[in-house]
Protein backbone atom coordinates (compact mmCIF):
# COMPACT_ATOMS: atom_id res chain seq x y z
CA UNK A 1 0.00 0.00 0.00
CA UNK A 2 1.73 3.32 -0.94
CA UNK A 3 1.25 6.34 0.82
CA UNK A 4 1.75 10.22 0.65
CA UNK A 5 2.12 13.03 2.83
CA UNK A 6 -1.29 15.30 1.99
CA UNK A 7 -2.97 17.84 3.90
CA UNK A 8 -5.77 16.13 5.47
CA UNK A 9 -7.53 19.55 5.39
CA UNK A 10 -6.58 20.39 1.60
CA UNK A 11 -7.77 16.80 1.05
CA UNK A 12 -11.00 16.95 2.59
CA UNK A 13 -11.73 20.47 1.35
CA UNK A 14 -11.32 18.36 -2.38
CA UNK A 15 -13.89 15.70 -1.70
CA UNK A 16 -17.04 14.90 0.13
CA UNK A 17 -17.61 14.32 3.87
CA UNK A 18 -18.63 10.44 2.57
CA UNK A 19 -15.43 9.68 0.63
CA UNK A 20 -13.16 11.45 3.25
CA UNK A 21 -14.41 8.78 5.70
CA UNK A 22 -13.42 5.97 3.96
CA UNK A 23 -10.03 6.90 3.74
CA UNK A 24 -9.24 4.92 7.49
CA UNK A 25 -8.84 1.65 5.84
CA UNK A 26 -5.78 0.38 3.90
CA UNK A 27 -6.12 -2.64 2.04
CA UNK A 28 -9.48 -4.26 2.82
CA UNK A 29 -11.09 -7.52 2.02
CA UNK A 30 -14.56 -7.33 0.73
CA UNK A 31 -17.62 -9.49 1.96
CA UNK A 32 -18.40 -12.31 -0.69
CA UNK A 33 -22.44 -12.52 -1.56
CA UNK A 34 -24.28 -14.04 0.51
CA UNK A 35 -24.72 -17.48 -1.40
CA UNK A 36 -27.22 -20.18 1.36
CA UNK A 37 -25.20 -23.06 1.70
CA UNK A 38 -28.63 -25.27 2.07
CA UNK A 39 -30.10 -26.63 -1.26
CA UNK A 40 -33.89 -25.97 -1.55
CA UNK A 41 -36.41 -28.88 -1.92
CA UNK A 42 -35.91 -30.93 -4.80
CA UNK A 43 -39.67 -29.35 -5.80
CA UNK A 44 -38.33 -25.65 -5.72
CA UNK A 45 -34.96 -26.49 -7.65
CA UNK A 46 -34.29 -24.49 -10.77
CA UNK A 47 -33.54 -26.92 -13.42
CA UNK A 48 -31.56 -25.98 -16.32
CA UNK A 49 -30.34 -26.95 -19.70
CA UNK A 50 -27.01 -25.93 -21.07
CA UNK A 51 -25.82 -25.74 -24.82
CA UNK A 52 -22.54 -25.91 -25.38
CA UNK A 53 -20.14 -27.24 -22.87
CA UNK A 54 -16.77 -25.53 -24.22
CA UNK A 55 -14.63 -23.36 -22.10
CA UNK A 56 -16.94 -21.14 -20.48
CA UNK A 57 -20.12 -23.50 -20.94
CA UNK A 58 -17.61 -26.41 -18.94
CA UNK A 59 -16.98 -23.77 -15.92
CA UNK A 60 -20.56 -22.48 -16.19
CA UNK A 61 -22.00 -26.01 -15.76
CA UNK A 62 -19.42 -26.67 -12.96
CA UNK A 63 -20.02 -23.40 -11.09
CA UNK A 64 -24.21 -24.36 -11.50
CA UNK A 65 -24.17 -27.75 -10.45
CA UNK A 66 -22.97 -26.80 -7.12
CA UNK A 67 -25.22 -23.71 -6.37
CA UNK A 68 -27.65 -24.89 -3.57
CA UNK A 69 -31.05 -25.54 -5.12
CA UNK A 70 -30.37 -25.20 -8.60
CA UNK A 71 -29.73 -28.85 -11.09
CA UNK A 72 -28.80 -29.48 -14.83
CA UNK A 73 -31.71 -31.40 -16.30
CA UNK A 74 -30.08 -31.86 -19.66
CA UNK A 75 -26.79 -30.89 -21.97
CA UNK A 76 -26.56 -30.58 -25.37
CA UNK A 77 -23.04 -30.13 -27.63
CA UNK A 78 -22.36 -31.00 -31.29
CA UNK A 79 -19.00 -32.43 -30.52
CA UNK A 80 -18.60 -35.81 -29.22
CA UNK A 81 -15.77 -34.85 -26.91
CA UNK A 82 -18.32 -32.01 -25.50
CA UNK A 83 -21.57 -34.10 -24.47
CA UNK A 84 -18.88 -36.85 -22.83
CA UNK A 85 -17.56 -34.09 -20.81
CA UNK A 86 -20.59 -32.73 -19.67
CA UNK A 87 -21.15 -35.84 -18.44
CA UNK A 88 -18.21 -36.27 -16.54
CA UNK A 89 -18.62 -32.71 -14.78
CA UNK A 90 -22.22 -33.60 -13.71
CA UNK A 91 -20.98 -37.26 -12.58
CA UNK A 92 -24.26 -38.66 -12.65
CA UNK A 93 -26.60 -39.50 -15.11
CA UNK A 94 -28.15 -37.03 -17.27
CA UNK A 95 -29.56 -36.26 -20.26
CA UNK A 96 -27.38 -35.65 -23.41
CA UNK A 97 -28.17 -34.50 -27.23
CA UNK A 98 -27.17 -33.16 -29.76
CA UNK A 99 -29.96 -30.99 -30.91
CA UNK A 100 -30.67 -28.17 -28.59
CA UNK A 101 -34.48 -28.35 -29.48
CA UNK A 102 -34.71 -31.56 -27.61
CA UNK A 103 -33.70 -29.30 -24.52
CA UNK A 104 -36.71 -26.81 -25.58
CA UNK A 105 -39.44 -28.91 -25.78
CA UNK A 106 -38.65 -30.42 -22.14
CA UNK A 107 -41.49 -29.15 -19.72
CA UNK A 108 -39.53 -29.62 -16.24
CA UNK A 109 -36.86 -27.19 -17.70
CA UNK A 110 -36.78 -23.66 -16.48
CA UNK A 111 -34.14 -22.24 -18.37
CA UNK A 112 -31.30 -22.36 -20.71
CA UNK A 113 -27.56 -21.45 -20.42
CA UNK A 114 -26.62 -20.67 -23.72
CA UNK A 115 -22.17 -20.42 -23.80
CA UNK A 116 -22.38 -21.27 -27.75
CA UNK A 117 -19.84 -19.22 -29.84
CA UNK A 118 -21.25 -15.62 -30.72
CA UNK A 119 -22.37 -15.94 -34.09
CA UNK A 120 -25.18 -18.42 -32.79
CA UNK A 121 -26.20 -16.15 -29.86
CA UNK A 122 -29.25 -14.73 -31.48
CA UNK A 123 -31.02 -17.50 -32.79
CA UNK A 124 -30.30 -19.57 -29.69
CA UNK A 125 -31.99 -16.92 -27.63
CA UNK A 126 -35.47 -16.65 -29.90
CA UNK A 127 -36.19 -19.83 -29.77
CA UNK A 128 -35.29 -20.46 -26.23
CA UNK A 129 -37.46 -17.16 -25.88
CA UNK A 130 -40.34 -18.72 -28.05
CA UNK A 131 -40.23 -22.00 -26.24
CA UNK A 132 -41.17 -20.40 -23.31
CA UNK A 133 -37.43 -20.52 -21.57
CA UNK A 134 -35.69 -18.04 -19.72
CA UNK A 135 -32.34 -17.30 -21.36
CA UNK A 136 -28.04 -16.59 -20.00
CA UNK A 137 -26.66 -15.95 -23.11
CA UNK A 138 -23.10 -15.09 -23.29
CA UNK A 139 -21.38 -12.24 -23.99
CA UNK A 140 -21.06 -10.58 -26.59
CA UNK A 141 -25.29 -10.41 -26.27
CA UNK A 142 -24.68 -10.08 -30.42
CA UNK A 143 -23.07 -10.29 -33.41
CA UNK A 144 -24.45 -8.49 -35.61
CA UNK A 145 -26.56 -4.57 -34.75
CA UNK A 146 -30.06 -5.96 -35.60
CA UNK A 147 -29.78 -9.22 -33.67
CA UNK A 148 -30.23 -6.76 -30.23
CA UNK A 149 -33.07 -5.44 -30.86
CA UNK A 150 -35.59 -8.58 -32.08
CA UNK A 151 -34.03 -10.45 -28.87
CA UNK A 152 -34.98 -7.08 -26.45
CA UNK A 153 -38.57 -6.99 -28.17
CA UNK A 154 -38.47 -11.18 -27.85
CA UNK A 155 -37.88 -11.10 -24.20
CA UNK A 156 -40.44 -8.55 -23.68
CA UNK A 157 -43.47 -10.37 -26.06
CA UNK A 158 -42.57 -13.29 -23.75
CA UNK A 159 -41.76 -12.48 -20.62
CA UNK A 160 -38.96 -13.94 -20.42
CA UNK A 161 -35.65 -13.25 -18.00
CA UNK A 162 -32.38 -12.92 -20.46
CA UNK A 163 -29.15 -12.34 -18.55
CA UNK A 164 -25.96 -11.72 -20.95
CA UNK A 165 -22.83 -13.36 -19.57
CA UNK A 166 -20.31 -10.60 -19.04
CA UNK A 167 -20.08 -11.06 -15.07
CA UNK A 168 -18.92 -7.29 -14.14
CA UNK A 169 -21.97 -6.21 -12.59
CA UNK A 170 -22.39 -8.90 -10.07
CA UNK A 171 -18.87 -9.05 -8.62
CA UNK A 172 -18.34 -7.30 -5.45
CA UNK A 173 -15.06 -5.37 -6.69
CA UNK A 174 -17.30 -3.61 -9.23
CA UNK A 175 -20.32 -2.99 -6.53
CA UNK A 176 -17.66 -1.73 -4.47
CA UNK A 177 -16.50 0.47 -7.43
CA UNK A 178 -19.50 1.84 -7.97
CA UNK A 179 -20.42 3.14 -4.55
CA UNK A 180 -17.05 5.03 -4.36
CA UNK A 181 -18.09 6.58 -7.67
CA UNK A 182 -21.87 7.21 -6.47
CA UNK A 183 -19.68 9.17 -3.43
CA UNK A 184 -17.77 10.88 -5.67
CA UNK A 185 -14.59 10.04 -5.01
CA UNK A 186 -12.98 10.44 -7.91
CA UNK A 187 -15.34 13.74 -8.87
CA UNK A 188 -16.70 14.16 -11.71
CA UNK A 189 -15.35 11.36 -14.29
CA UNK A 190 -13.71 12.79 -17.16
CA UNK A 191 -11.53 9.67 -18.75
CA UNK A 192 -11.68 6.10 -18.18
CA UNK A 193 -9.18 4.12 -19.50
CA UNK A 194 -8.74 -0.12 -19.62
CA UNK A 195 -5.95 -1.83 -21.03
CA UNK A 196 -4.91 -5.61 -20.81
CA UNK A 197 -2.05 -7.37 -22.78
CA UNK A 198 -1.81 -10.77 -23.36
CA UNK A 199 1.49 -13.08 -24.99
CA UNK A 200 1.29 -16.31 -25.57
CA UNK A 201 -0.58 -18.32 -28.42
CA UNK A 202 -3.52 -19.22 -25.98
CA UNK A 203 -3.50 -15.87 -25.26
CA UNK A 204 -4.11 -15.34 -29.16
CA UNK A 205 -6.91 -17.97 -29.13
CA UNK A 206 -4.40 -19.96 -30.59
CA UNK A 207 -5.98 -22.79 -28.60
CA UNK A 208 -5.48 -27.05 -28.75
CA UNK A 209 -7.50 -28.96 -31.31
CA UNK A 210 -8.88 -32.51 -29.41
CA UNK A 211 -7.44 -35.18 -31.74
CA UNK A 212 -11.04 -36.87 -32.63
CA UNK A 213 -12.69 -33.53 -34.14
CA UNK A 214 -13.82 -34.80 -37.11
CA UNK A 215 -17.25 -34.76 -39.48
CA UNK A 216 -17.87 -37.79 -37.60
CA UNK A 217 -17.85 -36.81 -33.76
CA UNK A 218 -18.66 -32.82 -34.71
CA UNK A 219 -22.09 -31.70 -36.32
CA UNK A 220 -20.25 -29.24 -38.29
CA UNK A 221 -23.25 -27.76 -40.70
CA UNK A 222 -25.31 -26.96 -37.88
CA UNK A 223 -21.95 -25.46 -36.02
CA UNK A 224 -22.00 -23.11 -38.64
CA UNK A 225 -25.40 -21.97 -38.56
CA UNK A 226 -26.51 -18.59 -39.48
CA UNK A 227 -22.76 -18.10 -40.46
CA UNK A 228 -21.51 -18.11 -44.34
CA UNK A 229 -21.32 -21.82 -45.69
CA UNK A 230 -17.17 -23.20 -45.23
CA UNK A 231 -15.85 -26.63 -45.97
CA UNK A 232 -15.00 -28.38 -42.50
CA UNK A 233 -12.03 -26.93 -40.54
CA UNK A 234 -10.71 -27.96 -37.22
CA UNK A 235 -9.04 -24.77 -37.18
CA UNK A 236 -12.82 -22.61 -37.33
CA UNK A 237 -14.63 -24.58 -34.61
CA UNK A 238 -11.27 -24.59 -31.99
CA UNK A 239 -10.19 -21.01 -32.74
CA UNK A 240 -13.88 -19.23 -33.84
CA UNK A 241 -12.51 -15.89 -32.18
CA UNK A 242 -10.15 -15.57 -34.95
CA UNK A 243 -12.94 -14.95 -37.51
CA UNK A 244 -15.18 -12.22 -37.76
CA UNK A 245 -17.69 -15.16 -39.48
CA UNK A 246 -18.28 -16.29 -35.59
CA UNK A 247 -16.98 -13.73 -33.21
CA UNK A 248 -15.64 -10.17 -33.16
CA UNK A 249 -12.33 -10.44 -32.77
CA UNK A 250 -10.59 -8.69 -29.48
CA UNK A 251 -13.79 -6.41 -28.99
CA UNK A 252 -16.51 -8.88 -28.55
CA UNK A 253 -13.74 -11.34 -26.54
CA UNK A 254 -12.10 -8.47 -24.44
CA UNK A 255 -13.59 -5.39 -24.77
CA UNK A 256 -16.72 -6.03 -23.75
CA UNK A 257 -15.92 -6.81 -20.25
CA UNK A 258 -14.46 -3.47 -19.74
CA UNK A 259 -17.57 -1.84 -21.72
CA UNK A 260 -19.48 -4.00 -19.49
CA UNK A 261 -17.50 -2.41 -16.21
CA UNK A 262 -17.66 0.95 -17.46
CA UNK A 263 -21.72 0.71 -18.13
CA UNK A 264 -22.19 -0.45 -15.05
CA UNK A 265 -19.85 1.73 -13.11
CA UNK A 266 -21.42 4.93 -15.26
CA UNK A 267 -24.88 3.87 -15.29
CA UNK A 268 -24.99 4.16 -19.20
CA UNK A 269 -28.56 3.43 -20.66
CA UNK A 270 -27.41 3.88 -24.64
CA UNK A 271 -24.69 2.70 -27.09
CA UNK A 272 -21.82 5.52 -26.90
CA UNK A 273 -21.95 8.50 -29.61
CA UNK A 274 -18.65 7.63 -31.42
CA UNK A 275 -15.69 5.29 -31.93
CA UNK A 276 -12.87 5.62 -32.99
CA UNK A 277 -10.36 2.89 -33.78
CA UNK A 278 -6.94 2.05 -34.81
CA UNK A 279 -5.00 -1.46 -34.63
CA UNK A 280 -3.66 -4.25 -37.04
CA UNK A 281 -2.70 -7.23 -37.09
CA UNK A 282 1.33 -7.19 -36.23
CA UNK A 283 2.17 -11.10 -35.12
CA UNK A 284 -0.82 -13.74 -35.56
CA UNK A 285 -1.05 -13.98 -39.23
CA UNK A 286 -2.49 -17.67 -39.30
CA UNK A 287 -5.21 -16.75 -41.52
CA UNK A 288 -7.13 -14.95 -39.16
CA UNK A 289 -8.77 -11.76 -40.16
CA UNK A 290 -8.91 -10.16 -37.23
CA UNK A 291 -6.35 -7.80 -35.70
CA UNK A 292 -4.29 -8.36 -32.73
CA UNK A 293 -3.90 -4.87 -31.68
CA UNK A 294 -6.88 -2.58 -31.05
CA UNK A 295 -7.36 0.48 -29.39
CA UNK A 296 -10.64 2.63 -29.19
CA UNK A 297 -11.37 5.96 -28.40
CA UNK A 298 -15.25 6.38 -27.08
CA UNK A 299 -17.12 9.68 -26.85
CA UNK A 300 -19.92 9.66 -24.01
CA UNK A 301 -22.20 12.10 -22.99
CA UNK A 302 -19.99 13.61 -20.19
CA UNK A 303 -17.07 11.53 -20.25
CA UNK A 304 -14.66 9.82 -22.22
CA UNK A 305 -13.04 5.86 -22.61
CA UNK A 306 -10.08 4.80 -24.05
CA UNK A 307 -9.87 0.54 -24.51
CA UNK A 308 -6.26 -1.20 -25.67
CA UNK A 309 -5.89 -4.43 -26.18
CA UNK A 310 -2.65 -6.61 -27.65
CA UNK A 311 -1.87 -10.03 -28.08
CA UNK A 312 1.75 -9.49 -28.56
CA UNK A 313 2.80 -7.95 -25.57
CA UNK A 314 1.80 -9.46 -21.98
CA UNK A 315 0.10 -6.49 -19.11
CA UNK A 316 -2.27 -7.22 -16.62
CA UNK A 317 -5.82 -5.93 -17.17
CA UNK A 318 -6.38 -2.44 -15.72
CA UNK A 319 -9.43 0.11 -15.58
CA UNK A 320 -8.34 3.50 -14.56
CA UNK A 321 -11.48 5.80 -13.57
CA UNK A 322 -10.41 9.53 -13.25
CA UNK A 323 -11.68 12.91 -12.02
CA UNK A 324 -10.39 15.83 -10.34
CA UNK A 325 -10.35 14.23 -6.60
CA UNK A 326 -7.53 11.03 -8.04
CA UNK A 327 -7.69 7.80 -9.89
CA UNK A 328 -9.83 5.02 -9.20
CA UNK A 329 -8.15 1.58 -10.21
CA UNK A 330 -9.80 -1.88 -10.81
CA UNK A 331 -6.97 -4.36 -11.16
CA UNK A 332 -7.86 -7.82 -13.06
CA UNK A 333 -11.20 -9.81 -13.01
CA UNK A 334 -9.89 -12.56 -11.67
CA UNK A 335 -6.35 -11.38 -10.21
CA UNK A 336 -6.00 -9.41 -7.97
CA UNK A 337 -9.22 -8.55 -8.01
CA UNK A 338 -9.34 -5.08 -6.03
CA UNK A 339 -10.34 -1.58 -6.46
CA UNK A 340 -7.58 0.99 -5.04
CA UNK A 341 -8.40 4.86 -4.99
CA UNK A 342 -5.36 7.16 -4.81
CA UNK A 343 -6.61 10.56 -4.07
CA UNK A 344 -5.47 14.01 -5.36
CA UNK A 345 -6.40 17.28 -3.79
CA UNK A 346 -6.08 19.09 -7.17
CA UNK A 347 -4.13 22.29 -5.83
CA UNK A 348 -0.71 23.45 -6.25
CA UNK A 349 1.75 22.10 -4.08
CA UNK A 350 4.52 24.51 -4.34
CA UNK A 351 4.73 27.92 -6.01
CA UNK A 352 3.61 28.11 -9.69
CA UNK A 353 6.01 30.64 -10.96
CA UNK A 354 7.52 29.13 -14.35
CA UNK A 355 10.67 30.90 -15.74
CA UNK A 356 10.08 34.54 -13.87
CA UNK A 357 13.50 36.32 -13.04
CA UNK A 358 14.64 36.55 -9.69
CA UNK A 359 13.06 40.18 -8.37
CA UNK A 360 9.69 38.47 -9.49
CA UNK A 361 10.43 34.94 -8.46
CA UNK A 362 11.29 35.23 -4.93
CA UNK A 363 8.65 37.69 -3.34
CA UNK A 364 6.15 35.36 -5.21
CA UNK A 365 7.56 31.68 -3.77
CA UNK A 366 8.25 33.16 -0.53
CA UNK A 367 4.36 34.39 0.22
CA UNK A 368 3.18 31.18 -1.25
CA UNK A 369 5.09 29.21 1.10
CA UNK A 370 4.19 32.05 4.27
CA UNK A 371 0.28 31.23 3.12
CA UNK A 372 0.59 27.57 2.45
CA UNK A 373 3.33 25.74 3.68
CA UNK A 374 2.20 23.65 6.77
CA UNK A 375 3.35 24.18 10.51
CA UNK A 376 5.79 21.72 11.05
CA UNK A 377 3.99 18.78 13.06
CA UNK A 378 0.71 19.98 11.72
CA UNK A 379 0.62 17.54 8.36
CA UNK A 380 -0.81 14.13 8.14
CA UNK A 381 -0.86 11.35 5.83
CA UNK A 382 -3.80 10.16 3.75
CA UNK A 383 -3.67 6.91 2.80
CA UNK A 384 -4.87 5.16 -0.67
CA UNK A 385 -7.12 2.62 0.20
CA UNK A 386 -7.80 -0.49 -1.35
CA UNK A 387 -10.50 -3.30 -1.41
CA UNK A 388 -10.00 -6.93 -2.87
CA UNK A 389 -11.94 -9.61 -2.95
CA UNK A 390 -11.90 -12.77 -0.65
CA UNK A 391 -9.50 -15.35 -2.30
CA UNK A 392 -10.91 -18.02 -4.81
CA UNK A 393 -13.47 -15.32 -5.63
CA UNK A 394 -16.21 -15.94 -9.05
CA UNK A 395 -17.71 -13.36 -9.90
CA UNK A 396 -19.02 -15.74 -12.53
CA UNK A 397 -20.78 -17.49 -9.87
CA UNK A 398 -22.02 -14.47 -8.45
CA UNK A 399 -23.56 -13.39 -12.03
CA UNK A 400 -25.00 -17.31 -12.32
CA UNK A 401 -26.61 -17.14 -8.92
CA UNK A 402 -28.15 -13.76 -9.75
CA UNK A 403 -29.58 -15.62 -12.87
CA UNK A 404 -31.12 -18.56 -11.10
CA UNK A 405 -32.53 -16.51 -8.37
CA UNK A 406 -34.25 -14.06 -11.49
CA UNK A 407 -35.75 -17.10 -12.49
CA UNK A 408 -37.25 -18.34 -9.16
CA UNK A 409 -38.43 -14.94 -8.44
CA UNK A 410 -39.12 -12.98 -12.15
CA UNK A 411 -36.85 -10.48 -10.36
CA UNK A 412 -35.16 -8.14 -13.39
CA UNK A 413 -31.95 -9.64 -14.19
CA UNK A 414 -28.65 -8.01 -13.30
CA UNK A 415 -27.41 -7.64 -16.88
CA UNK A 416 -31.03 -7.46 -19.05
CA UNK A 417 -30.69 -7.71 -22.79
CA UNK A 418 -30.98 -3.77 -23.23
CA UNK A 419 -28.04 -3.46 -21.18
CA UNK A 420 -26.38 -6.61 -23.29
CA UNK A 421 -26.83 -4.68 -26.35
CA UNK A 422 -25.49 -1.31 -25.81
CA UNK A 423 -22.66 -3.15 -24.61
CA UNK A 424 -22.03 -5.02 -27.83
CA UNK A 425 -23.28 -2.04 -29.83
CA UNK A 426 -19.84 -0.56 -28.41
CA UNK A 427 -18.11 -3.25 -29.79
CA UNK A 428 -19.34 -3.31 -32.63
CA UNK A 429 -18.37 0.24 -33.49
CA UNK A 430 -15.10 -0.41 -32.73
CA UNK A 431 -14.96 -2.92 -35.02
CA UNK A 432 -16.84 -0.73 -38.03
CA UNK A 433 -14.15 2.32 -37.34
CA UNK A 434 -11.15 -0.02 -37.81
CA UNK A 435 -12.67 -1.77 -41.15
CA UNK A 436 -13.61 1.28 -42.13
CA UNK A 437 -11.12 3.71 -41.56
CA UNK A 438 -13.20 5.76 -40.24
CA UNK A 439 -15.16 7.35 -37.02
CA UNK A 440 -17.82 5.17 -36.44
CA UNK A 441 -21.58 6.83 -35.03
CA UNK A 442 -24.24 5.79 -32.94
CA UNK A 443 -27.54 6.73 -35.31
CA UNK A 444 -30.19 6.35 -32.26
CA UNK A 445 -32.86 6.82 -34.41
CA UNK A 446 -32.26 4.47 -37.07
CA UNK A 447 -30.74 2.16 -35.00
CA UNK A 448 -27.69 1.51 -36.86
CA UNK A 449 -24.17 2.43 -36.92
CA UNK A 450 -22.69 5.09 -39.89
CA UNK A 451 -19.73 6.71 -40.27
CA UNK A 452 -18.82 10.32 -38.87
N1 LIG B 1 -18.02 -14.32 -19.61
C1 LIG B 1 -16.79 -14.78 -19.80
O1 LIG B 1 -15.87 -14.50 -19.03
C2 LIG B 1 -16.53 -15.66 -20.98
C3 LIG B 1 -15.33 -16.40 -21.05
C4 LIG B 1 -15.13 -17.20 -22.17
C5 LIG B 1 -16.07 -17.29 -23.18
N2 LIG B 1 -17.22 -16.55 -23.07
C6 LIG B 1 -18.24 -16.63 -24.14
O2 LIG B 1 -18.82 -17.93 -24.10
C7 LIG B 1 -19.21 -18.33 -25.41
C8 LIG B 1 -18.56 -19.67 -25.73
O3 LIG B 1 -17.15 -19.51 -25.74
P1 LIG B 1 -16.19 -20.78 -25.55
O4 LIG B 1 -14.84 -20.25 -25.35
O5 LIG B 1 -16.75 -21.67 -24.49
O6 LIG B 1 -16.33 -21.46 -26.97
P2 LIG B 1 -16.00 -22.99 -27.31
O7 LIG B 1 -15.81 -23.06 -28.77
O8 LIG B 1 -14.93 -23.51 -26.40
O9 LIG B 1 -17.34 -23.77 -26.89
C9 LIG B 1 -18.56 -23.59 -27.58
C10 LIG B 1 -19.26 -24.94 -27.67
O10 LIG B 1 -20.56 -24.71 -28.21
C11 LIG B 1 -20.86 -25.79 -29.08
N3 LIG B 1 -21.90 -25.34 -30.00
C12 LIG B 1 -21.83 -24.37 -30.94
N4 LIG B 1 -23.02 -24.20 -31.54
C13 LIG B 1 -23.87 -25.09 -30.96
C14 LIG B 1 -25.23 -25.42 -31.18
N5 LIG B 1 -25.97 -24.80 -32.10
N6 LIG B 1 -25.79 -26.39 -30.41
C15 LIG B 1 -25.05 -27.04 -29.48
N7 LIG B 1 -23.74 -26.78 -29.25
C16 LIG B 1 -23.15 -25.81 -29.99
C17 LIG B 1 -19.54 -26.10 -29.76
O11 LIG B 1 -19.50 -27.38 -30.32
C18 LIG B 1 -18.55 -25.92 -28.60
O12 LIG B 1 -18.31 -27.12 -27.90
C19 LIG B 1 -18.78 -17.20 -26.33
O13 LIG B 1 -19.87 -16.36 -26.57
C20 LIG B 1 -17.71 -16.46 -25.54
O14 LIG B 1 -17.62 -15.10 -25.89
C21 LIG B 1 -17.46 -15.78 -21.99
New binding site residues.
Given amino acids: MTTRKLSRRAFMEATTGAAGAAWAGKALPLDATQIPTKAAAPSDAVRFGI ?9 LLAQSIKLPGVECAGA ?4 D ?2 VELAKEIIGKPVTTT ?3 QDLLERKDIDCIL ?5 H ?2 H ?2 VMDALSAGKDVY ?4 MTHEVPEGFSMIAAADRYHRIVQV ?3 EPSSVVYHKAKALLESKVVGDVCLIESSLGRNSPCGAWV ?1 GIPPDLSPET ?2 WN ?2 L ?1 PAPKHAFSRKR ?2 R ?2 CWMDY ?1 EGVT ?2 LF ?2 SLTGIHYLMGVTAPPLRASSSGGLFRWRDGRDVPDVLTTAYDYPGFRVTLRVTLNTGEDEITRVMGPGGMMKILG ?1 ENPNAVTVWPEDGKNHGPCDMAWPQKLADPFEQKWHAEHDLKPGTGETVEASGWYAPPHYSS ?1 RD ?1 LWNFFQSVKTRRPSVEDAVFGNNAAIACHMANYSYFNKCVAVWDAEQKRITRA
Fill in positions: VGIGMRGSDCDLYGRKRYAPVPDWHNLVEKPGSQYLDTWGWAWRGGDVHITH
